[in-house]
């Protein structure tokens, strides 16, 4: 039986399964080395599910997204030989004392971080078997980007949990349009989509983990809010 949800899991796509680059394709095996162009690609791959929990009320988030990975690709673009990883473009920053600017790709990183850190942690919570997205975003927003916001920021989220999807949205706008005819509300896509999340989580986690280690290491981190 094992065996045939297996083989039923292989041709039911999910949008996490049908990225052209995803996190599964950030290389980590060199310590203080993530290239840039896999990890932006990823990132804007994951850029969509902004529009999937409601385009309207989470485009500020995803302006926010959006913008810090413009200001990584950048500064990898005024010097593509020279910044070929993530970390070199910050340490260069770091020597030259650019670091806390605005602008820098120090702060964008880092606030891109911040980001995916919520993202990983909602998926989390939706995998966990509650039905309630507003309590999986509270949830994943408390441990993660509420520490580093001020009032009226934390006002502005708290609008947009107000008007995420239900549950049962959510998981129909993850399913990929015309390459299945699997019911998105069956059983057998929702096995799918959680492995398919569990994988995605696992990948970007382990990214994140050397960035924030990376970070941690030049005392980067900040615990300033906005």
Same mark, same amino acid.
């Given at each position: 039986?094992?065996? #045939? ?14 990225? &052209?680059?995803? #996190? ?5 095996? +060199? ?6 162009? &896999? #990890?932006?690609?990823? @990132? ?15 485009? $500020? ?12 690709? +950048?500064? /990898?673009?005024?010097? $593509? ?5 993530? +970390? ?10 650019? +670091? ?17 850190? #919520? ?6 919570? @939706? ?7 507003? *309590? @999986? ?15 009226? *920021? ?10 995420? $999807? ?17 019911? $998105? ?5 929702? /096995? ?6 569990? *994988?995605?989580?696992? /990948? ?23």
């Amino acid at each position: 039986m094992d065996d #045939f949800k297996d083989a039923i899991d292989e041709t039911i796509t999910t949008f996490f399964s049908v990225m &052209p680059t995803s #996190f599964a394709n950030v290389d980590t095996n +060199q310590e203080d080395s993530i290239h840039v162009i &896999p #990890f932006l690609e990823a @990132c804007t791959n994951l850029v969509p599910i902004f529009d999937k929990l409601n385009s309207t009320a989470f485009s $500020p988030v995803k302006m926010d997204f959006c913008g810090n990975i413009r200001k990584i690709q +950048q500064k /990898h673009l005024s010097d $593509p030989e020279q910044f070929q990883t993530l +970390q070199s473009m910050v340490l260069h920053e770091v020597e030259i004392g650019q +670091q806390t600017h605005s602008n820098s790709a120090t702060s964008a990183l880092l606030w891109l971080k911040r980001s995916l850190e #919520f993202i990983r942690e909602f998926l989390r919570e @939706c995998s966990s078997g509650s039905t309630d997205m507003g *309590v @999986c975003a509270g949830n994943a927003y408390s441990r993660t980007l509420k520490n580093y916001h001020g009032w009226v *920021v934390r006002g502005v989220f708290a609008v947009a949990v107000k008007a995420l $999807p239900y549950r049962e949205t959510f998981i129909t706008q993850l399913a990929v349009k015309n390459t299945s005819k699997i019911d $998105p509300l069956s059983r057998q896509f929702e /096995h799918a989509l959680l492995s398919d999340i569990e *994988v995605f989580v696992q /990948h970007l986690d382990r990214v994140l983990v050397v960035i924030n280690n990376f970070y941690l290491k030049h005392s980067l981190d900040s615990s300033e809010t906005v």
